[in-house]
């Protein structure tokens, strides 16, 4: 660790332009070709019924001895307003095809119990459900984002639950909101009709599922101004024709459709690979793997452009993150997984990807917010920590409803071991709300460190600042007994003869502002 801190501190005062004549990379930026907006929804976030994703997680009671608010628990409330989370999805996943919404109204010592089939058969006490999930957005700021239950309910549950939270009439489900405590509508920013209708949401072919789709959401109405935006429930890895039919068959009414892909180190569910004590092989093959979400993108992106020339369906990957075997010791059914530095780097060759897609790409939720997958928060009964995922997303903020600009990289060598070979630089650039170009790189090299000439079309660019993240090893994470194994660490670089050279560290991802 000692060689690492004394790195960091180099960072931290300010990094030295490169003595070699000449860089591994370049990047030049057009400033003056503004491309689409970053919707700030591509940041979104995830929270399903499974595991303690929520119970525990955030959700803790309003009797726990655990400093909470209304039953949400005031260290991840903390957390993730300060990560500026725009959006939230709710109720599941795969958990919401068997959600049904009147089990989670009225007194919480009066909701049934159920079991949760999906996730390790437990109890599921209903303790969390319209209101309080409508409490916890609000109190973040976020928008929400629902998923109706499409594989085990019917349109008119699903109708009825759209007017119980948005009606503003006299009607009995408007008269019942209020009674248990809501007078005003809730806001219901997106409403997702069914999920993964391919697997766990019913194992329909996609023609069916499109009649399914136009039927329910023909009775799915609200009041004029609070209509939610639809979303069709779409395929995921390779497979186009969900994206296909839907954009056909479906597309009225339609705001998106969703797509979901895990990264998997090995690219087999029954084997996925290790969340840390991974060895070099595995982190390449994690590259690969999560590089593959450029693909799937461009190829539905394709489909759409034809299907909807103007535009007006978006793409949304509702279900994204890295996917590992469990840590032994767990409950299989509660998906927890260690989070390391891996994450963070693949999070950003992620969001990098996304920004690329801008125009189409206007919102994705990471598979989980707490302690499911690949995380952002991780708890211990009253403990919290924040994981390097969290650590990539809050650098990232400027690229909220920034303007995305053009970026090419050149002189790229790549990362190559054995026959895995990827990019060895990602970069995204952007003109955020506050007016300043931001530029986030990442190199997926885990054992070099690269110079990077950094240029912007007809500007000069005199010094960048910002944070860069990193750490010795590759699996390198935050623990309860260390939280700040893997924190971001300052960054700042001046130009030294006309020119811009920053260093990107081996694994690690940086954002910085450019001070021209």
Known sequence: MKAFKLGILAFGMCALPALSAFAQVSVTIDAAKPGPTINKNVYGQFAEHLGTGIYEGLWVGPQSKIPNTRGWRNDVLGALKDLQVPLVRWPGGCFADEYHWRDGIGARNKRPVKVNTHWGGVAETNAVGTHEFFDLAEMLGAQTYVNGNLGSGTPQEMAEWLEYMTSDTKSTLAEQRRKNGRAKPFKVDYFGIGNEAWGCGGNMKPEYYANLYNHYATFLKAPKGARPKLIASGGNDDDTKWTDVLSREAARGTDGISFHFYTLPTGKWDKKGAAT???????????????????????????????????????????????????????????????SLRDAVVAALNFNIFHAHAERVRMTNIAQMVNVLQAMIITDKDRMLLTPTYHAYKMYIPFQDATSLPAVVANDAGYTLGATSVPGVSVSAARAKDGKLYVALVNTNPRKATDVDLNVAGQAVNAVSGQVLTADAMDAHNTFDNKQAVKPAPYSAKASGGKMTVTLPAKSVMVVAVEG
């Open 277 to 339: 004590g991974f060895d070099e092989t595995e982190w390449a093959s994690t590259m690969k793997q999560t590089l593959r979400m450029e693909t799937m993108i461009r190829n539905n992106v394709a489909v759409l452009d034809k299907n909807d020339p103007k535009k007006k369906i978006g793409f949304y990957v509702d279900e994204w993150g890295t996917w590992y075997d469990v840590e032994p010791g767990t409950d299989p059914g509660f998906l927890f997984q260690r989070n």
